[in-house]
């Protein structure tokens, strides 16, 4: 637990215990004694040092963040959790950190960041009717899917037109797009959304332990969502510099768009719902679940397609809100009793099949459709079975029908359009670089290996994710140690991998290796086969922090995996090389000898005095340690 790790690096006390907020979202349906008492001891922690802490059942953290003012707009906010990106919806600049860095910042109040790129993102036009920010996001993951915008900070302008509930949808999924950050403007349309916030918080704020109670006879203020720091935000609005520069420029013409899925099994692979729709594939389960898509709106959108219907037999439509006032308020307008007349199945409001724990998960060969936003080999469930990600109310039609499903079909009106071509463009900036830069010299620092040596041990997969490396079903098992993490590092991707691996070699990766959670295992793990360096084609930003903080060394050379695939092939998950490398880590160089003894040197960034500093303190734990 995150509570162990703050006081393994010797820390007694938060520098500010108003700056964290604890929310338990995640495994909310586990009711064994030892998951309880989990619950009970970082309750308690909390307590005893003044932070606020939200228990199971009020709702997925996110959610609960903005819901409470936490994520406020103008403001930088940061959880131990991939979807993030989210609070970039109401103009937050939202990114995700591990639970290293959380750990550190309750003790320091800092932690350390890499100033990404930042990409220009234009909607331009309207959506059409039925068409959602969830197919918007779905679009630019599928017209966008080769690493356009892997670790950038993305700036979105245009979107007058999109409501703050479909701006949240698409901040979430920019975390599968591959971005760091996915910021929109605030605008009237946000200062709607938090005056309307600050009425319902009027009416329901005794139920908030966290807050004190008023005193008798004044009105209650909100500490975080009042007229006084909305007032701040139309007086201090912030804009783009009128020169400002940026590393791209995507264009997207939403009236061209119509509703769409991803998958199955990926979110780089987006299919018009009129394509799918017509190959008649039949689903197994629905869910309405998750941060990004079970709030009120999203409800009303399913519950319109429910009503006076039923879902189809040897269906399973699993629905659970994104917070309790979300249910609140969905079982005031009656969407709540009209999804669940029409069979759909209650879950807590909290992290559930999205993540792989708790009921309802996908069977071996099963076919599930959901309005979540990850759909890995095996995330929710079986590695043989498929799923598919869509919009509220496609999940539902598709429930209703049995199979994927327009609105328009199970309505009466007839199968859905065909689709129109999106219209998109994009524009690269092209950065003055130098050869220099690669190779310009570091300083080695006392005890830090100048040359690293080992075996090049191949996985050439594009796009492995965290559940391939280290599977959800482990991460929230606080008892699996590190010899319990060598037997099962890799087993979603290649169950062979810990049969292949020899201690001392060089892992290369293909390319955005690391790519989706947060979870810190996916680094330890691999380090815990003795695998003292990586080198991919490139990496995403969340593994490449969870490594560094966790003393596994990383490097970049897209060359070198190029090669690799051209040479080695890519025949098996898993290959044993041959090739030897000398990493001299200061010069940026890699010396590759090959099977056949031809050598070639490679040219890559130097490991930088910060990165040696951590990995001598055997992380960012004992690094910060060090320093209280």
């Not at 959304?193 to 139920?207: D, G, P, Q, V």
Request: net charge negative; aromatic share 8%; glycine share 8%.
């Amino acid at each position: 637990m995150l509570s162990a790790r703050f006081k393994s690096i010797g820390a007694t006390k938060f520098f500010d215990p108003k700056q964290p907020v604890f929310a338990l979202d995640h495994d909310v349906q586990n009711k064994t004694e030892k998951n309880l008492t989990k619950y009970k001891n970082i309750e308690k922690f909390a307590r005893e040092h003044g932070v606020d802490f939200y228990p199971a059942g009020r709702g997925i953290g996110h959610q609960v963040m903005i819901e409470e003012g936490y994520a406020f707009p103008h403001t930088l906010t940061v959880a131990s959790d991939s979807h993030s990106n989210i609070y970039g919806g109401i103009g937050a600049v939202g990114t995700p950190i591990v639970r290293t860095d959380a750990a550190a910042i309750w003790a320091t109040g800092r932690t350390w960041w890499q100033i990404p790129p930042v990409v220009k993102v234009e909607l331009q036009g309207t959506l059409p009717k039925g068409v959602t920010g969830k197919d918007v996001i779905i679009s630019l993951c599928g017209l966008f899917n080769e690493d356009q915008v892997l670790n950038t900070a993305i700036e979105f302008h245009g979107a007058d037109a999109l409501s703050v509930e479909d701006r949240l949808a698409i901040a979430n999924m920019t975390t599968e797009w591959g971005a760091l950050a996915g910021v929109f403007p605030v605008d009237d349309k946000t200062i709607e959304y938090l005056r309307k916030r600050m009425r319902r918080i009027a009416l329901t704020h005794f139920e908030n332990k966290n807050l004190p109670p008023t005193p008798a006879g004044q009105e209650f203020v909100h500490p975080r969502i009042n007229d006084q720091t909305i007032q701040a935000l139309i007086d201090n609005p912030i804009a783009p510099s009128a020169n400002a520069t940026y590393a791209k420029k995507l264009t997207l013409d939403l009236s061209t768009l119509s509703p769409y899925i991803s998958g199955p099994n990926s979110v780089k692979v987006a299919t018009p719902l009129a394509e799918l729709e017509a190959k008649d594939i039949r689903i197994n389960k629905a869910y309405l679940v998750s941060c990004v898509n079970s709030r009120a709106s999203d409800l009303r959108q399913a519950a319109e397609v429910l009503k006076g219907k039923k879902v189809k037999e040897g269906v399973e439509f699993y629905v659970a809100a994104a917070s309790s006032e979300v249910q609140k308020e969905a079982e005031e307008t009656g969407d709540w009793a009209t999804l669940l007349e029409a069979g759909a199945r209650p879950l807590p409001a909290g992290c559930g099949p999205c993540i792989g724990l708790g009921t309802g998960l996908l069977k071996d060969g099963e076919v599930g459709i959901s309005a979540t936003n990850r759909n890995f080999k095996g995330r929710m469930g079986s590695l043989s079975s498929l799923a598919y990600l869509a919009s509220p109310a496609v999940v539902a039609a598709s429930a209703v029908a049995g199979k994927i499903a327009s609105p328009s079909s199970v309505s009466g009106e007839g199968i859905q359009a065909p689709s129109t071509v999106p219209k998109f463009t994009i524009e690269t900036q092209t950065a003055a670089s130098s050869d220099d830069t690669a190779s310009s010299a570091a300083e080695v620092l006392p005890n830090f290996p100048a040359i690293i040596r080992g075996e090049l041990l191949f996985c050439h997969a594009d796009n492995l994710n965290t559940d391939g490396i280290y599977p959800g079903k482990y991460t929230y098992n606080d008892d699996m140690t590190l010899e319990d993490m060598r037997k099962v590092v890799m087993e979603n991707y290649d169950p062979e991998f810990v049969n292949i691996v020899k201690e001392g070699d060089v892992l290369v990766g293909g390319f955005n290796f690391g790519t989706g959670s947060s979870r810190e295992q996916a680094a330890t793990a691999i380090k815990s086969r003795n695998i003292p360096i990586m080198i991919a084609g490139s990496y995403s930003d969340i593994f490449k922090r969870n490594s560094i903080n966790n003393a596994l060394l990383l490097i970049d050379s897209p060359e070198l995996v190029q090669d690799l695939k051209q040479e080695v092939g890519t025949r098996d998950l898993t290959q044993r090389t041959s090739w030897k490398v000398a990493i001299h880590v200061a010069e940026g160089r890699l010396e590759v000898t090959k099977a056949d003894g031809s050598e070639k040197v490679y040219k890559v960034g130097a490991l930088g005095k910060s990165v040696q500093e951590i990995w001598l303190d055997n992380g960012l734990e004992g690094w910060v340690k060090e320093r209280l």
